[in-house]
């Protein structure tokens, strides 16, 4: 199993440009998760999934967007890039009974300049 | 009051030695705790989880849970300079979210 992959490692965009950021599980998780963080800061969620075509927004969901077409990918729209969302990206996957324990991709350093 | 709080150190013991790392949590009704290990540069990596109060033991690592002080640690016995890093822990905040502290940095030295 390669668990939670990311793509891509890193990433520059100009100011207002937008981009994807891929993420898969192959766990058969049910519930998904996207996370930025910030240098020395802890992680804050954006969006979140239950399931296949339920998303929900978390703590800091403005400027981005999400979708959730099939178990596996829940792929992060960054539309119209602004240099507040340079960050670390990390997507997480849990299974649906307890214990919930999360599971990361290795993450995705993007910079705005 | 932050939800899951800990002491972002640096925490620095001599290689050998016990780690003591702290997280105290605000929400009575929390469940489920994690700790978790980050390396610089690198994604969380899930070390214990533990539910019930007490200690809970794998290899050189200890959780210890008190719900009613509302506080959980992580002990790390024989420290090892491959075991600095910074140190998470989350709380759940219903079956599927978790509440994250922002970290405890731990430096062994040798």
């Known amino acids: 199993n390669a668990g939670v992959t990311q793509t891509p490692k890193f990433r520059i965009l100009k100011i207002g440009q937008s981009m994807t950021l891929q993420c898969t599980q192959d766990?058969?998780?049910?519930?998904m998760y996207w996370y930025r963080q910030d240098p020395g800061m802890g992680l804050k969620l954006i969006y979140y999934?239950?399931?296949?075509?339920?998303?929900d927004k978390g703590e800091v969901p403005n400027g981005y967007n999400v979708s959730r077409s099939t178990t596996e990918d829940f792929p992060l729209r960054l539309e119209l890039a602004a240099p507040s969302q340079t960050s670390v990206y990390f997507c997480?996957?849990?299974?649906?009974?307890?214990?919930?324990?999360?599971?990361f991709g290795p993450g995705t350093r993007l910079t705005v300049t | 009051q932050k939800e899951v709080e800990q002491n972002s150190g640096p925490l620095s013991v001599p290689e050998g030695a016990i780690a003591s790392l702290n997280c105290t949590y605000s929400?009575?009704?929390?469940?489920?705790f994690f700790w978790y290990r980050q390396y610089s540069g690198k994604s969380p990596e899930l070390i214990m989880s533990?539910?019930s109060n007490g200690d809970k033991e794998d290899g050189r690592f200890t959780a210890q849970l008190n719900k009613a002080s509302q506080y959980v640690s992580l002990l790390i016995r024989d420290s090892q300079p491959s075991d600095s890093a910074t140190y998470l822990c989350?709380?759940?905040?219903?079956?599927?979210?978790?509440?994250w502290g922002a970290g405890t940095k731990l430096i062994i030295k040798p």
């Open positions: 997480a996957s849990s299974g649906t009974g307890p214990p919930y324990e999360q599971y």
């Open positions: 766990m058969n998780h049910n519930y």
């Open positions: 999934s239950v399931g296949a075509g339920i998303t």
């Open positions: 929400d009575r009704g929390s469940q489920s």
């Open positions: 533990i539910y």
């Open positions: 989350a709380v759940n905040k219903n079956n599927y979210q978790l509440i």
